[in-house]
């Protein structure tokens, strides 16, 4: 009986290390980057990121929505451009060091929407 509580117990204790309690996350130094923060807080927890990039993320469009028209030319020809409405999504990549895995932080809105890791630094 007591050999299958500790058991039980082991094995409880091994799940909750396996998986963390912040699974989108950066630790940085003695600080956790959090999805939801601001991009002024994770520059206060995490320095200046090594590269940023940005795109335009196309917004899903659904029954009530329409493309938006922009007539572009001269006054003698003119074109009809459909433009899909898209969210500026910005990227910023942080090397914690060698041998560990580049983080790519995505905001939208300006707080951190995710964080997914890349490769390992060399």
């Not at 020809?77 to 790519?104: L, R």
Request: glycine share 6%; net charge positive.
């Amino acid at each position: 009986m007591k050999n299958s509580i500790c058991l039980t117990l082991f094995t409880l204790v091994s799940i909750s290390i396996a998986n963390p309690v912040f699974a989108d996350s950066l630790r940085c130094n003695t600080k956790l980057a959090l999805v939801g923060d601001t991009k002024a807080e994770i520059i206060d927890k995490c320095g200046e990121p090594v590269m940023t990039d940005s795109f335009c993320q196309p917004i899903a469009a659904n029954a009530n929505t329409q493309a938006q028209g922009v007539q572009v030319g001269n006054n003698n020809v003119q074109n009809n451009i459909a433009m899909a409405a898209c969210e500026n999504v910005d990227i910023w990549t942080y090397h914690p060091g060698s041998g560990k895995f580049k983080a790519h932080l995505y905001f939208a809105r300006g707080q951190l929407q995710s964080v997914r890791y890349g490769d390992r630094v060399k």
